[in-house]
């Protein structure tokens, strides 16, 4: 549990990253989800980005709604404050934390019920707001926590486990945030730590709102023939772009695969997971090229993965806002009250 | 026909069309008298704001110095034909009447009982200007300048206040002038001046200042030290975020830098506005909203999530007509429940019943304060009554260096040396417990926040007794409130008197009123000012010591004796209510009159026997209930 500071003991062949941490600093408590969930996948890869990304644990503050997903912030940076909120609103109050203090990195993590269904408004508004932040939704196309209801990510003629067929055709988180001007987009699977690992540390070091959906199977209730959101569904639909790497200016990022190749790779749970990188001519500065490229492939069933847009110069909330550079959390009386002098005068006006 | 003849004691009435730019007349009107040392309490009454609609401006203007709504209009300033018949039959016999006699009006359209003033607005604007709008502006100008000599207000006193607000616009302020002047050399040429009621200076108003509840309250966020402020438009709270940006602008920006001290978002709905709040609450910085029922409806999730998880949250509310969009620019006193409550499961609020614009900045402070001492929701239970309106009040008041209350916030040293921390432990035994920020030590001192049950050391669990230990220490918590909050305020009366009175908030004006004329017709009665809940001791004790309580509120289900009965044990016979929920502000003379019917009418009632309710007459459909 979070409170206990982890035992310092650790095996002298360990190793530490820059700021003297070794990757199980990183680690949370043991993760209460079902084995094989695609949220676990995930919650290692944030540990291994924060690692390479040499971040103070406790420089890292972690938000969620409420869900599988959402619970997962137990389970990484054990030595952060983490915020388990209401089901759908982590956006506003990780905006509202952000504001407090705007020396943290903010870690959002949320589903797709979370983030699609009850939360999108929030959602919306945290991307169009700048709000810098690490946006990640773990998304399985299912209700995971409240055991298997469609999501609204869920794609239409999917089928559930026990049979319905969806009706509703699905939001697609990630055109939502090309539009609304999320800054840093992307898509990955939860089966793709090599993918998705690069994908968070850009989203961590980016200057304004990133988002990331990762597709993230639900081994309990989405992970049977007839899900789009399955393992098996999601490798072979996978078309991943891969220009990723002049992301962060603090570490190369290098694909494992060149562009235009078509790759199999074999997962730690003996699974193959087929990629094909996107040609040359990408350009994921384009925000609009973005859009068009991602629902191209759509229509096609296939599922885009990588980095799909980024502004490398992006600001957030705070520049809109003009906050002082100082934390709003850290200043006191002397620097916000206008003092009894001043009350004097207004008074005087109001006479 | 008996004229009504009062000097500083009456009541004008400004009937208009919304749009039609007569608010800043008409408070030029309200000013102007103050000025002269004559206390005014003027009401705006308005429906939802669209252009063409009637709209009103209710002067209440009282040497004595009460301002409370009085009922009952002497003079009538009609430029509303829409709402003739019913302004019309508002003013009080031999009262007044003024209006726009450019077109005429058949002698059915008049009362005899009154005395009637007609001018040629129309006319004598459309002869000096040839712009329609400012025939349209200027109208109002006018009449305020014939009021002026009707009432004997004196124009030096006017034309100053056009100085002040035209500063470096020496055109409009010309223009004005000429407008004012206009209407004053009419009045003297044609109309039989002064009236029977008229301003004589005197010298009542004293070191008070006039302002509006919402722009005080919002100087109390920036007094109080907020630095994040989260909103979502709605009357009538509006005006609390907007004064706050506009005195951020002012006083809250770094000299040095140009950098701001304080972030303001207008957020997508009271949802995200609250969660704002509850985020920058957790980060350590002091953060508020203002918002109205229907915005603290759409709260409460996060209201009980504030409350378990044990977070700072101030939230204004200025209450208005409920329930639902009821009437949304009217005033009530109707969230008292759904506040205290907020929110599913077990939950208590401190709620902070502010009486005028001066406790609306006193009360937004303290909150700041008592949410970060107490770590929790705190509630400024104000209206629109006192929001909107401007009022006389005490002058704003800041203790030089005044630090501000962070409550229990263990730092990095602290951690560091091997203090205890448990985020969830009673240490102390008020029932608070301590908190880290995030960031604060590298290994000590983080956790888990959530709104799902936890231990002592805030790990999930869902064990019966840790449960109930967190639930229990959070009554505990709120017992240490009662004595941390703004304390009732006691006035006995000046004889012995098994009768009390209890009531909060913007009643206070009305109520004081009410009091002095019941002592004088033989019925003293003790009160009890609440300012807060949780209700210390003393409320208790004060219940007990009499042998019946009147409870005066403004709303139909007598909330606040509810929270009474209910928090305190006590048997409901003994507290009367005297309930007051049209949407107007009440007035001395309701309560006065239901106090007394009681006494009066009830000797079974008040000793033993469930006394009488007491309910307003109701009126006839559609009329304008004055009262
Ligand atoms: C206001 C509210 N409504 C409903 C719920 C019940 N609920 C808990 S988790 C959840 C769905 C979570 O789905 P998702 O965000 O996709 O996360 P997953 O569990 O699939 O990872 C729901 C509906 C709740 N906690 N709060
Ligand atoms: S129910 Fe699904 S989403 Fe939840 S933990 Fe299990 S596999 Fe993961």
């Given at each position: 549990m979070t409170y206990i500071a982890k035992p310092r003991l650790r095996h002298p062949t360990l190793e530490t990253n820059k700021v003297g941490y070794t990757r199980r600093d990183y680690e949370g408590k043991i993760s209460t989800l079902c084995a094989g969930c695609g949220h676990d996948s995930i919650s290692a890869a944030i540990i291994q980005a924060c690692w390479e990304l040499d971040i103070e644990p406790h420089r890292v503050a972690k938000l969620s709604g409420i869900g599988c997903s959402s619970k997962t912030p137990d389970y990484f940076l054990g030595a952060s404050h983490g915020f388990n909120t209401v089901h759908g609103r982590m956006p506003s109050v990780l905006t509202g934390a952000n504001l407090a203090n705007r020396d943290l990195l903010y870690l959002g993590v949320s589903g797709d019920g979370d983030s699609a269904s009850i939360g999108l408004g929030q959602f919306a508004h945290a991307m169009r707001r700048g709000v810098r932040m690490a946006y990640i939704v773990e998304n399985n196309g299912v209700y995971g926590l409240t055991k298997g209801q469609f999501s609204a990510t869920a794609d239409q003629g999917s089928k559930s486990k026990k049979g319905a067929i969806n009706s509703d055709s699905a939001v697609d988180l990630v055109g939502m945030a090309l539009q609304l001007g999320a800054t840093y987009v992307g898509r990955a699977f939860s089966g793709n730590k090599a993918q998705l690992v690069p994908l968070i540390k850009g989203a961590i070091t980016h200057g304004g709102a990133a988002f990331i959906d990762v597709i993230s199977?639900?081994?309990?209730?989405?992970?049977?023939?007839?899900?789009?959101?399955s393992y098996d569904y999601v490798r072979e639909h996978n078309e991943a772009v891969s220009r990723i790497d002049f992301i962060s200016s603090r570490s190369e990022i290098t694909a494992e695969y060149a562009p235009g190749e078509v790759v199999d790779v074999r997962q730690h749970d003996g699974s193959l997971l087929r990629l094909r990188s996107l040609h040359r001519s990408y350009d994921p500065t384009n925000r609009h090229a973005a859009m068009i490229y991602m629902q191209e492939h759509q229509a096609r069933g296939e599922v885009v993965t990588g980095l799909l847009y980024v502004d490398p110069l992006a600001t957030d909330l705070h520049t809109a806002l003009n906050t002082s550079e100082q934390p709003l959390n850290a200043m006191d009386a002397t620097q916000l009250c206008p003092g009894a002098g001043v009350l004097e005068k207004l008074n005087a006006s109001l006479r | 026909m008996q004229r009504i003849e009062s000097i500083n004691d009456f009541v004008v009435k400004f009937a208009n069309v919304n749009g039609s730019g007569s608010a800043s007349a008409n408070e030029l009107f309200a000013k102007a008298i103050l000025r002269m040392g004559v206390p005014v309490s003027p009401r705006n009454i308005f429906p939802s704001n669209i252009q063409g609609l009637p709209t009103w401006y209710e002067v209440r203007v009282c040497e004595q110095g009460w301002l409370g709504r009085r009922g009952g209009i002497d003079l009538m300033v009609a430029m509303n034909p829409q709402t003739w018949d019913a302004d019309l039959a508002e003013i009080e016999p031999g009262g007044y009447l003024f209006y726009d006699s450019t077109r005429p009006l058949p002698p059915s359209k008049f009362r005899d009982d009154i005395t009637v003033i007609g001018m040629p607005l129309t006319e004598i604007c459309n002869a000096v200007y040839s712009d329609a709008r400012q025939r349209q502006l200027f109208k109002n100008i006018v009449y305020v300048g014939a009021l002026s000599v009707l009432l004997e207000i004196e124009p030096e006193v006017i034309e100053k206040l056009f100085g002040e607000q035209y500063r470096g616009k020496e055109k409009l302020l010309a223009s004005n002038v000429q407008a004012l002047h206009l209407g004053r050399d009419f009045a003297r040429e044609h109309l039989r001046a002064p009236l029977g009621i008229r301003v004589r200076r005197a010298d009542k108003v004293g070191k008070r200042i006039f302002v509006d509840g919402n722009s005080a309250a919002a100087l109390g966020c920036v007094y109080g030290g907020a630095t994040v402020a989260a909103w979502y438009p709605i009357t009538p709270s509006s005006s609390v975020a907007e004064a706050f940006q506009k005195y951020c602008a002012k006083f809250r920006v770094d000299p040095a830098t140009g950098q701001n001290r304080y972030a303001i978002v207008q957020a997508e709905d009271e949802i995200a506005s609250i969660g704002m709040v509850v985020g920058a609450g957790w980060n350590g910085a002091r953060a508020f909203t203002a918002t109205s029922g229907p915005g603290v409806s759409l709260m409460t999730e996060f209201i009980g999530l504030a409350y378990f998880a044990e977070i700072p949250v101030t939230i204004i509310n200025v209450q208005r007509g409920g329930p639902s969009t009821g009437m949304p620019t009217r005033t009530q006193q109707a969230d008292i429940i759904s506040c205290a409550y907020a929110s599913h499961g077990d939950t208590k609020h401190v709620l902070l019943f502010p009486q005028d614009p001066r406790e609306c900045f006193d009360h937004a402070a303290a909150a700041l304060d008592l949410a970060d001492r107490l770590q929790t929701p705190v509630f400024v239970m104000t209206d629109l009554d006192i929001g909107m309106n401007q009022r006389l009040c005490d002058p704003f008041e800041w203790e030089e260096g005044?630090?501000?209350?962070?409550?229990k916030v263990m730092s990095a040293e602290e951690l560091e040396a091997g203090k205890d921390f448990g985020r969830y432990k009673d240490v102390d035994g008020d029932g608070i417990p301590w908190r880290t920020l995030p960031g604060t030590h590298p290994t000590k001192g983080s956790y888990f926040t959530r709104g799902t049950t936890r231990d002592a050391y805030a790990r999930y669990s869902e064990r019966g007794p840790d449960y109930v230990y967190n639930v229990e220490r959070l009554l505990r918590k709120f017992e240490t409130a009662a004595t941390l909050v703004p304390q009732p305020v006691l006035q006995p009366a000046t004889n012995r008197t098994p009768l009390g009175v209890i009531y909060f908030g913007s009643t206070t004006p009305a109520m004081q009123e009410a009091l002095e004329d019941l002592t004088a017709s033989g019925i003293p009665i003790d009160a009890m000012r609440l300012r807060a809940f949780p209700f210390p001791d003393s409320v208790a004790r004060f219940i007990e010591e009499h042998e019946a309580v009147f409870v005066v509120e403004q709303?139909?289900?007598a909330q606040l004796r509810s929270l009474l009965v209910n928090e305190l044990?006590?048997?409901?016979?003994r507290l009367i209510p005297v309930l007051h929920f049209d949407g107007t502000p009440i007035t001395a003379r309701f309560i006065t009159r239901a106090v007394t019917e009681h006494v009066r009418g009830g000797a079974r009632g008040l000793v033993g026997g469930r006394p009488p309710v007491v309910v307003p007459p109701i009126e006839a459909p559609g009329t304008e209930v004055a009262k």
């Open positions: 199977p639900c081994v309990a209730f989405n992970n049977h023939p007839g899900s789009t959101k | 005044r630090p501000y209350d962070r409550g709303n139909r289900d044990d006590i048997d409901p016979a």
